[in-house]
């Protein structure tokens, strides 16, 4: 935060045009690559002291934070009218394909003659619609899901908390949990090696299916490579222990 | 080429310059009321600047909406030959729009049905319905992740093979195949030359890659040849080092013009000059050939002549999504670098066992004539609305065998009046203007279907005269002999 500052400090005051400019602030509400939340209350006191406005994109957190799982705002109690826009995909909570952009209605209206991926392609398959009404309308009905995937999410921290020489580095909030070595083995590709041995150790011997983080040539992300679990509100406490169980075993062979 | 009269020209610039005035005083009248009424509100978003600026968002306000009803029509059916349209209302001259519980069935032109596979299929549709209860709608991750089942394994096989190249690979959203595809294949220091009128999804992708971008005249392989001269010989801007890549990217059918690419004269000059071809099957796969593989097929070009041909599911196989289908070594290289494998949600598993299904179909796999008898069926419909559309006296563009029809409508007055009377005659159709065509071509666009019978056809020809003679756009009779 303390970098956000100094960068809208920055370019504020050195440009008088900064006035009639369009700004904006682009943040995600839950990171995929490294499991962090964005402080949101920090993000709006900054963004009302400068005068930007703040599109969110909430793909992780839509559905899983907030007392009924309206995301980010409804957690930190920040009125969802401070946000102006608010992306997410549909693939994560809602468990179908698409997204959604919302916003006050000026900007939405606006979106449909100007957005390119709205106008120039095809539109969603109807029987994904249903999908998402369907998983919206379950959520609102049954919020106790919630408190399943929370205390799943505690479960598995606890239980991964001693494994050998790995450490999890996502916060406490995230569902998607991220393994790191708690000291690098020298290189980035050996890294990788050692997670993908013990990821496939414990798919074989074990039948737990997880997965390393990936990087394409083209990515400028420079946060360190991890083996990610998604903890699902689906999962019963015996698959926690046992995935946690089966980590702790691998780990202790692969990194002994 | 599109024939525009001069008396045409002159009118439709008028209308222009006319709905340009009356925004532009109602704007300013806007204006006035706003700054008295200022005085007394409180300004909540002070300090933020305005979402739109002045006359950014002109067009949508003063033009676009007076009608806006004609656009955006929500339908309640599938999309088959005739589809159910929900009627709307508005109480505040259009600036918004309800929706009431009454659909009227209509006639559907619009809808890119090529193949007649948007309806229920009877061997298409329980497979899908049995995927959707083994896989649920959705896999929830991405391709490298979790998210490739069999049935995608057994799609990129199915399309490699339909459209005879060596590897293919597919993605959930033919809009993103682009976009995404194209800054993996090139980047700084690589050139593209694109054709005029290519889609927005290839401008954006090839804006997003960083290369240079050179624009040729539409369809001219001549024009071609010289920006392709021209560019080797100067190199790259301000080092003039060589290019390291060119790629020059075409469609198979242009959706606005409905006209087919000039593919062996384009292929001949790349050969010659050592650039790569990317094409764009968009419209063409499924929908045109002998056995419905596209614009290669018809014009006999060899598939190998071609290195990357990108296309999409939506348009002849009723599902959503794009493939790109290249030699092995580009699929494996883009498998382990383009964004959209690793981050984007896969394909959902029921569109794609649509995607197979129709596409055993049409190869004539699930054991009937089906595919072949859909394929001529669609040449024949083409061929004979659009011959009966010129017999009378309309202007309309496209290629013999080509299913998109555009007829010319020019004026911005007519747009609305052709698309209310043929609502009107339960007709559906889809009218295009400024943006998406240059602003003295508006069009209204006619994508015929294999699922329309020919008294549909007849139909819609006598509908469309009516509603022609009425709003006035044969601007080209024939002369009777």
């Known amino acids: 935060m303390v970098s956000l500052e100094n960068t809208l400090e920055e370019l504020t005051r050195t440009n008088k045009r900064a006035e009639k400019v369009r700004r904006y602030i682009v943040v995600e509400g839950l990171y995929q690559n490294s499991g962090q939340v964005a402080p949101l209350n920090e993000i709006v006191r900054l963004k009302e002291k400068y005068r930007f406005r703040v599109v969110l994109d909430e793909s992780h957190t839509f559905g899983v934070l907030g007392s009924s799982g309206r995301g980010l705002t409804e957690y930190y109690g920040v009125p969802v009218e401070k946000i102006d826009i608010i992306t997410a995909a549909m693939g994560n909570a809602l468990a179908t394909d698409g997204g959604f952009c919302t916003g006050s209605v000026r900007v939405v209206d606006h979106q449909r003659l100007s957005s390119a991926g709205y106008v120039f392609s095809a539109s969603l398959p109807p029987y994904l619609a249903t999908a998402a009404i369907s998983a919206v309308d379950y959520l609102e009905e049954n919020p106790s899901v919630l408190a399943t995937l929370r205390n799943n999410i505690a479960l598995l921290r606890i239980g991964l908390s001693d494994v050998a020489e790995l450490e999890v580095s996502s916060s406490p909030l995230s569902p998607i949990v991220f393994l790191n070595l708690k000291k690098s083995k020298g290189s980035q590709e050996e890294d990788l090696q050692l997670y993908d041995k013990i990821v496939s150790r414990a798919f074989h011997e074990d039948s737990v299916f997880m997965v390393t983080s990936r990087r394409t040539a083209l990515d400028k992300c420079r946060l360190p490579l991890g083996i990610r679990l998604f903890v699902s509100a689906g999962h019963s406490e015996t698959d926690i222990l046992k995935a946690c169980d089966s980590l702790k075993r691998v780990a202790a062979l692969e990194l002994a | ?481």
């Open chain 2, 1 to 481: 080429m599109v024939r525009l009269p001069y008396l045409t020209a002159l009118t439709t610039l008028f209308s222009y310059g006319l709905l340009f005035a009356f925004g532009q005083v109602r704007d300013f009248i806007r204006y006035i009321l706003d700054l008295r009424k200022s005085k007394n509100l409180q300004c909540l978003v002070q300090g933020y600047a305005p979402i739109c600026l002045g006359l950014e968002d002109f067009y949508t306000r003063r033009l676009y909406l007076r009608i806006q009803d004609c656009f955006n029509r929500p339908i309640a059916s599938a999309p088959d030959s005739w589809i159910d349209v929900v009627e709307r209302y508005s109480k505040d001259h259009n600036k918004t729009l309800h929706r009431t519980s009454k659909t009227s069935k209509c006639l559907n032109l619009g809808s890119y049905n090529y193949l007649g596979f948007a309806a229920a299929d009877e061997f298409c549709t329980p497979r899908v319905i049995e995927s959707l209860k083994e896989y649920s709608p959705s896999t929830c991750s991405a391709r490298v992740d979790g998210g490739t089942t069999k049935l995608h394994a057994e799609l990129e096989e199915l399309v490699a093979q339909f459209v005879r190249k060596p590897a293919a690979i597919v993605f959930g959203m033919g809009y993103a195949t682009n976009s995404a595809i194209i800054p993996s294949l090139i980047g700084k220091g690589g050139l593209i030359v694109s054709d005029s009128l290519n889609h927005n999804s290839i401008v954006n992708g090839s804006r997003g890659s960083g290369a240079t971008v050179q624009v040729f005249q539409h369809n001219s392989a001549a024009h071609l040849e010289e920006v392709l001269r021209e560019q080797i010989a100067e190199g790259q801007p301000r080092t003039h080092r060589p290019w390291k890549k060119i790629i020059v990217i075409v469609e198979g059918i242009y959706s606005m013009e409905g006209e087919l690419c000039k593919l062996p004269d384009i292929i001949d000059v790349c050969k010659k000059y050592k650039a790569y071809t990317y094409l764009d099957e968009a419209h063409s796969i499924g929908a045109i050939g002998r056995s419905g593989r596209g614009v290669c097929e018809l014009l006999g070009v060899d598939t190998a002549d071609v290195d990357i041909m990108m296309g999409t599911f939506t348009k002849s196989f009723g599902s959503c999504g794009g493939y790109i289908a290249a030699s092995k070594e580009i699929i494996q290289h883009l498998k382990n670098t383009c964004p959209a494998h690793f981050y984007a949600t896969s394909m959902s598993p029921p569109s794609v066992q649509q995607v197979i299904s129709a596409i055993k179909v049409v190869i004539g796999e699930d054991g009937s004539d089906r595919g072949a008898r859909k394929l001529a069926q669609i040449r024949e419909n083409s061929n004979f609305f659009r011959f009966e559309l010129h017999r009378m006296g309309f202007e309309v563009l496209g290629d013999d065998d080509s299913p998109v029809m555009p007829i010319m409508l020019y004026n911005p007055a007519k747009i609305p009046a052709f698309s209310r009377e043929c609502l009107r005659h339960n007709l559906a159709v889809v009218t295009v203007a400024f943006p998406a065509t240059p602003l003295l071509l508006a069009r209204a666009r006619i994508c015929l279907s294999a699922s329309h019978t020919r008294e549909d056809m007849i139909r819609a020809l006598d509908v469309l005269s009516t509603v022609g003679d009425l709003v006035g756009i044969k601007y080209f009779p024939i002369e009777p002999q």
